[in-house]
């Protein structure tokens, strides 16, 4: 399977202060990756390392060939990179609609759909497709930010991140806070999104059981640095494994 981003020797972290040691991983193309740990392990100073948001100090990241180490945060996202922040950081005093439309942006080989990991044909993201996988969304095009539910904030996050048309799409915990109905419709549309349509993601939970059910590969990060890379699906098999990774101690 063609290899779609690698993280070589990784050490990173904020100034002088080093979060990740020694952090390595692969991603092939089409594939969804669940990155476990505790908190404080380093799981969101990875995912801010990914976009360009911390200090490199040794290492490599390539995404698709193309070194990301000396590129900035945009220059990333240029290179692929789609980015759903713990923080949502959605425009809220612009509509649901213009959220999308701000910063739509084709594939940089034009309108024609490019070819998937397996063989599939992806149609581009655009603000009318986010519609398709989120009704909610299209039912209030014309709300403001602030009107909308913390659920649906976090529906716009992602759309926004979609239309971007990423090649890899990063989510920071995107199931906190909100109502287990709302986990749900996220979880189907995520799932959707990596497993149907083929987009590779990181996704970054504390409900392992449920990312991990949609995932093909699992990283648990310990102290900033990896203590299990594998199957997911060998996680799911083994609930003792994954309390201990996790330091869950069962009653």
């Given at each position: 399977?063609?290899e779609l981003l690698?993280v070589e020797h990784?050490?990173?972290?904020y100034?002088e ?7 390595s ?8 990756l669940a ?10 100073t ?8 911390t200090?490199?100090?040794a290492?490599?990241i ?7 180490d000396a ?5 990333r996202?240029a290179?692929?990179?789609g ?12 509509t649901?609609h213009?959220?999308?439309?701000a910063?739509?942006r ?6 024609a759909?490019?070819?998937?990991a397996?063989?599939?044909?992806h ?5 009318e497709?986010?519609?398709e996988?989120?009704?909610?969304l299209a ?9 909308l539910s ?7 996050a992602v ?5 971007l048309?990423?090649?890899?799409l990063l ?16 979880l189907?549309?995520i799932?959707?999104?990596t ?5 590779s ?6 409900h392992p059981?449920a ?6 590969r699992?990283?648990v990060l310990?102290?900033?640095?990896v ?8 996680l799911?098999d083994?609930p003792?494994?994954?309390d201990?990774l996790l ?5």
């Open positions: 399977m063609t690698r990784l050490r990173a972290g100034g202060a080093v979060v990740l040691n020694d952090v991983l692969l991603l092939p193309e089409g594939e969804t990155l476990l740990g505790r908190n404080g392990t380093g799981k969101t990875l995912i801010n390392t990914l976009i360009g948001a200090r490199q100090h290492g490599h390539t995404l698709a060939g193309v070194a990301l590129l900035r945060s945009h220059e996202a290179a692929g990179i980015w759903v922040p713990q923080e949502r950081n959605i425009f809220k005093s612009l649901v213009e959220n999308l439309t910063v739509a084709l594939p940089r080989d034009a309108a759909s490019r070819p998937g397996v063989g599939r044909t149609r581009p993201w655009t603000p497709r986010v519609y996988m989120f009704p909610r039912e209030r095009k014309t709300n403001l930010g602030t009107q913390g659920g649906e904030q976090q529906m716009l759309g926004r991140a979609l239309v048309n990423p090649r890899l989510l920071d915990e995107p199931l906190e806070g909100l109502a287990p109905i709302i986990v749900e419709e996220l189907s549309a799932a959707r999104i497993r149907d349509e083929g987009l993601a990181i996704i970054v939970e504390q059981q990312i991990l059910a949609i995932s093909h699992a990283v310990d102290h900033g640095e203590v299990h890379s594998g199957a997911a699906q060998d799911l083994r003792e494994l994954l201990q330091g869950v101690a069962r009653v």
